[in-house]
């Protein structure tokens, strides 16, 4: 049986300014965003990669980041966790939540927020078996709508050290 699991992080795409008395969570895409977004669904789709699961923040942006995705009928709704727990989550958190995926997942995407996702691509790289250039060009930044495509051997329970593969930066 094939044990290679792949993760996906994705730092939601660019969002509005804080509105006086509006509340972060609350806070929505940008134009640019917009088409950030639907930037990196076509981005996985040329590149072929199917979503088994999805763990996505909350938060009005990150929501809309996985609607303009257009991932369609993939993953399985049962499959689609949008959860408080991923708002503003810590690294810890982020990196707990994919460890309970199910063994029958082989491709997870998790969509959240700086700093526990990119904190998330920082802590599970392992420098010696990742590609440089995708370590060179997640180095001190993950800007919003940052694509990081980790790759690993064993069960999702056993997450520890992956190898960064590539990473994909917005145009704008």
């Known amino acids: ?6 993760l996906l992080v994705l730092r939601h795409a660019r969002t509005e300014d804080m509105r006086p008395g509006g509340r972060d969570v609350d806070r929505r895409l940008t134009a640019d965003g917009e088409g950030q977004a639907a930037e990196a669904g076509d981005y996985l789709r040329k590149r072929g990669i199917t979503v088994d699961a999805v763990l996505c923040s909350s938060a009005v942006r990150a929501r809309q980041t996985l609607d303009l995705l257009r991932l369609g009928d993939q993953p399985a709704s049962d499959r689609v ?23 029958d997942c082989q491709v997870a995407l998790l969509i959240g927020h700086a700093p526990g ?56």
């Not at 990196?95 to 199910?102: K, S």
């Not at 599970?124 to 051997?153: I, K, N, Q």
């Open 1 to 6: 049986m094939d044990q290679r699991r792949s």
């Open 81 to 103: 966790d949008i959860a408080d727990r991923f708002y503003n989550s810590g690294t810890d958190t982020l990196i707990e939540a994919v460890r309970e995926l199910p063994d």
């Open 117 to 172: 996702a990119p904190g998330v691509v920082y802590e599970l790289t392992d420098p010696t078996t990742s590609t440089p250039e995708a370590v060179g060009a997640v180095d001190g930044r993950f800007p919003a709508a940052a694509l990081a495509e980790l790759e690993f051997d064993g069960k999702w329970s056993q997450l520890d050290a992956c190898s960064l593969l590539s990473v994909w930066l917005p145009a704008t």
